[in-house]
């Protein structure tokens, strides 16, 4: 078993501040993960963001924190757009990685990235780990048992409305609190679909498998937003219909919208010629999964189920993403495989990838991975 796990943080923004750092930096994690380093290009930002969660290195670029601050694996936290280069030069030096979600924009980079990591024998756990709920593994069971007879037709998907604009570290006046979201309304790597339909996308296949092909519409339907009354221009698609094929005339529609949903949060219907599961109901009545009781308890709800969210980690927001990094924690200290692998988010960036392109082509498009 490996020492301690030495973290370093790339990008010191949301969900670094709100979600990976506060959780890190809690004592009962520092006998396995120890928060080394941090960098950001703002200035003092990623200085404010050690001195309040006790990090020994500060840095304004990856180049420096790969360089001098000692870490065995850093969490990329940047914007969706620089993943792949960051990623590329983490493992070039050597570095294991946990990605928040999306590892990269293309199947390419993603399979560059893959055979890099395997080459050097490095880690990457990549975000988000949908089938780690034990909710989406009994809906897996209950349509493998037949419980909706022969299924016909599933449906998932996300909107972004305006909750990137409206998170709370985006209005103060510090470094630490006035974070810029531009980029999630920018190309590449902006729009609904890298950032939220990502995780109904890795639930569905989670529970489906591999999709086959996909067919699509999208564009731009809000082409400028407002952010602390400055405009705001947006060239990433925002309205994104497509629907999957997964073989034997089996279909999903799946959706990252600029308003409205269908869906119950990131999780999928299915409809199956004896019933239906629609969000945890099957046939409109909740069904039974591992830990339901305590997942009902709180409003946190099912993501106090995550094996690594206890004590006063339940406390602290965005918990499926400490819990991914934690899977890379036992990955490295333990060779403890992680279900949360590169080559499931290798397909969903595929169907993201070859839904774009069916929309500019007209064309249904093949997908070319498994997992
Ligand atoms: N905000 C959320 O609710 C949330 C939740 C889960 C996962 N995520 C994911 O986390 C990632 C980051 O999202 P966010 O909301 O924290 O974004 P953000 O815009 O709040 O923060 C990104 C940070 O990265 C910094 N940055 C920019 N260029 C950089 C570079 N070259 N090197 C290092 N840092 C750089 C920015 O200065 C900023 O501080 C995305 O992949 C997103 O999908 C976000």
């Given at each position: 078993m490996a020492d301690v796990v030495r973290m370093g943080v790339v990008g010191a923004g949301s969900i670094a501040v709100r979600g990976i750092l506060p959780h890190l930096a809690l004592s009962d994690v520092q006998d396995r993960v120890q928060l080394q380093a941090v960098c950001d290009p703002v200035p003092g930002r990623a200085e404010a963001a050690a001195e309040r969660f006790g990090i020994v290195h500060a840095f304004s670029s990856i180049d420096d924190l790969l360089d001098k601050?000692?870490?065995?694996?850093v969490s990329i936290a940047s914007p969706i757009g620089l993943h792949y280069e960051q990623g590329k030069q983490a493992l070039d030096a050597g570095k294991h990685i946990h990605f928040?979600?999306?590892?990269?924009?293309t199947v390419d980079e993603a399979d560059e990235l893959i055979d890099t990591a395997r080459r050097k024998g490095l880690k990457i756990v990549a975000s988000p780990?949908?089938?780690?709920r034990p909710h989406n593994q009994r809906i897996k069971e209950l349509i493998q048992e037949g419980a909706l007879g022969t299924l016909a037709w599933a449906a998932c998907g996300a909107a972004f409305g305006n909750y990137h604009e409206k998170e709370?570290?985006?209005?103060?006046?510090d470094v630490l609190s006035n974070?810029?979201?531009?980029?999630?309304?920018?190309?590449?790597?902006?729009?609904?679909?890298?950032?939220?339909?990502v995780y109904a996308l890795h639930g569905l296949t989670g529970v489906l498998g591999a999709a086959k092909r996909v067919t699509a519409m999208s564009g731009v339907r809000v082409p400028e937003r407002e952010f602390r009354g400055q405009m705001v221009p947006c060239d990433a698609d925002d309205n994104t219909f497509m629907v999957l094929d997964f073989g034997k005339s089996l279909y999903a529609f799946v959706y990252g919208a600029t308003a409205g949903r269908v869906?119950?949060?990131?999780a999928g219907s299915y409809f199956g010629t004896k019933g239906s599961i629609v969000g945890v109901k099957l046939n409109d009545k909740p069904f039974d999964y591992p830990g339901r009781e305590l997942a009902e308890?709180?409003?946190?709800?099912?993501?106090?189920?995550?094996?690594?969210?206890v004590g006063e980690h339940?406390?602290?927001?965005e918990q499926h993403v400490y819990e991914d990094v934690m899977q890379l924690v036992d990955w490295v200290r333990e060779?403890?495989?992680?279900?949360?692998t590169a080559e499931h988010a290798r397909h969903v960036i595929d169907i993201i990838e070859s839904c774009y392109r069916a929309s500019e082509t007209g064309q249904t498009q093949d997908l070319r991975t498994t997992f």
């Open positions: 601050g000692e870490v065995d694996a928040n979600k999306t590892m990269t924009t780990g949908e089938m780690l709370a570290v985006r209005q103060g006046e974070i810029d979201p531009s980029w999630y309304y920018r190309k590449p790597g902006g729009g609904p679909l890298y950032d939220m339909t869906t119950e949060g990131f308890s709180d409003r946190s709800g099912r993501q106090w189920l995550l094996p690594h969210v339940r406390d602290i927001g060779d403890k495989a992680s279900i949360v």
